[in-house]
């Protein structure tokens, strides 16, 4: 059974730095990203990438946010540098396709 499985979220002050990761078992996706979701929000686009590394940001993170992944160990990173407090969100891994979600974690920006 397909999984994907997120870490490295948590509790930063502003300003700060956080990695987190994708691991997916099973098949090799086209596209793999990362979204985000507040409380009464829709969910919506960070960043994503495609097998053969072509990248997408919103523009709320570019220059600040780097999407990576390793195709050898079916993984997707995104590394978040300069946060703050309006990217307090919990965000979801998405790999395509078919189309499966993460469960979440919780990044908060906070001083």
């Known amino acids: 059974q397909l999984q994907l499985v997120e870490s490295g979220g948590g509790l930063v002050q502003p300003g700060g730095s956080l990695r987190l990761t994708c691991a997916a078992s099973?098949?090799?996706?086209?596209?793999m990203g990362w979204y985000r979701q507040v409380p009464g929000k829709q969910r919506e686009l960070v960043a994503t990438i495609t097998s053969v590394g072509a990248t997408n940001y919103a523009d709320s993170v570019k220059g600040r946010f780097t999407i990576s992944r390793d195709n050898a160990k079916n993984t997707v990173y995104l590394r978040m540098n300069s946060l703050e407090p309006e990217d307090t969100a919990v965000y979801y891994c998405?790999?395509?396709?078919?189309?499966?979600w993460g469960q979440g974690t919780q990044v908060t920006v906070s001083s």
């Open positions: 998405r790999a395509c396709c078919p189309l499966y």
């Open positions: 099973g098949s090799i996706f086209n596209v």
